[in-house]
């Protein structure tokens, strides 16, 4: 079964970096797009950032120019690079992996910005 878990979480200060990572279990086959989906306390999940199997790039307008999606090697599939690091940016962060028959789901990993 695939399973998909994210890493590079943790408690950073305003202005600072994190870069999360998306590590794959076992191969997944006909990928049309991946990306990063954040769920901030009391809100609902919403997309940050995706990328389709052509390398096409997408950002929600809270994060354009601060963060960059890209894709791994082996296994892990996809990055997101998070600069300039606001307070507003805390959430749980999954990963998201859309084939043609079906997505799958990391478990989150948490980012707090907070000084």
């Known amino acids: 079964q695939v399973q998909l878990v994210e890493s590079g979480g943790g408690l950073v200060q305003p202005g600072g970096s994190l870069r999360l990572s998306c590590a794959v279990s076992?191969?997944?086959?006909?990928?049309?797009?991946m990306g990063w989906y954040r769920q901030p306390p009391g809100k609902q999940r919403e997309l940050v950032a995706s990328?389709?199997?052509?390398?096409?790039?997408d950002y929600s307008d809270s994060v354009k120019g601060r963060f960059t999606i890209s894709r791994g090697n082996a296994g892990e599939l996809v990055y997101l690079q998070m600069n300039s690091l606001k307070p507003e940016d805390t959430a749980v962060y999954y990963c998201?992996?859309?084939?043609?028959?079906?997505?799958?789901w990391g478990q989150g990993t948490q980012v707090t910005v907070s000084s």
């Open positions: 076992s191969s997944i086959f006909s990928v049309r797009a």
């Open positions: 998201n992996v859309q084939t043609t028959v079906t997505a799958y």
């Open positions: 990328i389709t199997f052509g390398g096409s790039t």
